[in-house]
């Protein structure tokens, strides 16, 4: 099959820059002692997550618990749920969830941790446990170095659960377009998670897990020598808030679609925020400019002052946001030049609890 032939609004992605983004990420990681555990959230395909383990990378993050759930369904056995689970009925499904794989999740909340023992013991399985510590995101996450040693110790205190380290994710940080800015706001944080960890080591308590970092940190993370594991998730696709950052990847995932009607000055085509993530911004138009682009449910009008398209050509858009993208679709064709080659299905699709 062609791209001419695949209907529209469709999710394509390029076999070679795909590819090579992920040989760059393994060649940032190669010799160091951080580790590849990519988000789950970035393409929510469980073909591609395996393609991910076997290149190296030791688990998957995932957002939610239904991605955890996806992920072990097909077969991945080391799943982080980078994210604190409160409910109390999800709780009970993450705890029998924890014999089927080796999960992890994070905490920030003794009460939660006495809510997962609890499951735990119920279910008989073990349950792996990150401190969440806040650096600066203001999200979730202690921001003590007291508050997290207690929550350690209140977690080694459960025969069920295992205090194994520590989540600091800095997402404030990740789209900094100067790299100087990146850069010196990570040593800010190095300095607090290092005095963190001698607090911790004092006190008898050794996280084995330092588990954060995304793709705009990628290449600070990989020769900061501190983080265990690197939780990047955009890297093999890319996207265009991404791009305006110099960083080793580049766009793999575009939006497939149709002009369905032009006038003098506007081509409208049929793609959506039902198709396109707009969280971060407007899909980028790929291979020419526009002087502004409004959205609608189905349509997206691309103001363009002479016109240059034809009803029913085919136009890619490079996605704002390949995450929130990503999640609006079922599946991603994989494209060698214009040959569909292959197609992988987005499994854990709208895995919104
Ligand atoms: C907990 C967590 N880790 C890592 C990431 C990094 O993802 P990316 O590499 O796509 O920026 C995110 C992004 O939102 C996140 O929420």
Redesign the pocket.
């Known amino acids: 099959m062609n791209i001419e032939n695949i209907v529209t609004p469709a999710l394509i992605v390029q076999k070679s820059t795909f590819e090579s983004n992920a040989e760059r990420m393994s060649a940032l990681l190669a010799g160091s002692s951080l580790k590849l555990r990519p988000?789950y959230?970035?393409h929510k395909c469980a073909a591609i997550a395996h393609q991910q383990i076997q290149s190296g990378a030791i688990g998957m993050?995932c957002?939610k618990l239904e991605e955890a759930l996806d992920l072990a369904d097909s077969g991945i056995q080391d799943i982080l749920i980078?994210n604190q689970i409160t409910d109390a009925s999800k709780i009970s499904r993450l705890a029998y969830l924890a014999k089927a794989c080796r999960l992890t999740v994070c905490v920030d909340n003794e009460d939660n941790v006495a809510e997962l023992e609890k499951a735990a013991a119920l279910a008989d399985s073990t349950v792996y446990c990150l401190v969440e510590y806040e650096i600066g995101m203001e999200r979730c996450g202690v921001s003590s170095k007291e508050a997290v040693l207690s929550l350690a110790k209140r977690i080694d205190g459960c025969p069920h659960l295992v205090f194994d380290g520590i989540q600091a994710?800095a997402?404030h940080i990740?789209h900094m377009v100067s790299e100087e800015e990146r850069a010196q706001e990570t040593q800010k944080n190095k300095e607090k998670i290092q005095e963190l960890i001698r607090y911790l080591k004092e006190n008898h308590v050794l996280p084995r897990v330092l588990s954060?970092?995304?793709?705009?940190t990628s290449v600070i993370k990989a020769k900061e020598a501190l983080y265990t594991e690197l939780?990047?998730?955009?890297?093999l696709f890319m996207d265009a808030t991404y791009s305006a950052l110099e960083l080793p990847f580049e766009s793999s995932l575009f939006i497939l679609c149709t002009v369905v009607s032009v006038s003098d000055t506007i081509i409208v085509v049929d793609a959506g925020v039902k198709s396109c993530g707009v969280d971060q911004g407007m899909p980028v138009p790929y291979g020419f400019s526009v002087s502004k682009i409004v959205a609608s449910e189905e349509h997206l009008q691309l103001h363009m002052p002479s016109k240059q398209l034809k009803v029913g050509e085919k136009v890619l858009l490079i996605p704002a946001h390949c995450?929130s993208t990503v999640n609006l679709h079922d599946r991603i064709y994989l494209l060698d030049g214009d040959q569909v080659v292959d197609r992988f299905l987005i499994t854990a699709r709208g895995a919104f609890h």
């Open positions: 988000h959230k970035s993050t957002a980078a994710y997402g990740s954060g970092g995304s793709t705009g939780q990047a998730g955009s890297y995450c």
